[in-house]
């Protein structure tokens, strides 16, 4: 049973910087598409950023610029870079995997909120 394990968040100023990570446990990395998502409450989630095994990202226009997702896939961990926060960040980040064979191609950053393992999340609070 594959686990996925959100750090790094925490609380900035507008303007900081945080990086998240996520390990995923009990499978092979390879086998699975990853992204994060975002939630607030009383919102939708929303996808954030994906990456395919080859690092070829995509990110939400929001973030795109400031945001930037990458992976160690010998240590089985992703991550997401988070500059030039603002208030609007403010979420619960999950990082998210689904298993890569019902896709052929992992899908963009509009899926990740619909994958199939996420972990407990980790929150970001970023105060103007």
């Known amino acids: 049973q594959v686990q996925l394990t959100e750090s790094g968040g ?44 080859d690092s070829t990202a995509t990110y939400v226009d929001s973030v795109k610029g400031r945001f930037t997702i990458s992976q160690d896939i010998a240590k089985s961990t992703l991550y997401l870079e988070m500059n030039n926060l603002r208030a609007e960040d403010t979420a619960m980040y999950f990082c998210a995997a689904d298993d890569r064979v019902g896709w052929g191609e992992c899908p963009t950053y509009r899926e990740t909120a619909g994958f199939g393992y996420w972990g407990q999340g980790t929150q970001v609070t970023v105060s103007s």
């Open 10 to 53: 925490g609380s900035v100023q507008s303007g900081g910087s945080l990086k998240l990570s996520c390990r995923l446990s009990g499978d092979s990395y390879r086998s699975y598409c990853m992204g994060w998502y975002r939630e607030v409450p009383g919102k939708a989630r929303e996808g954030v950023a994906a990456i395919e095994i």
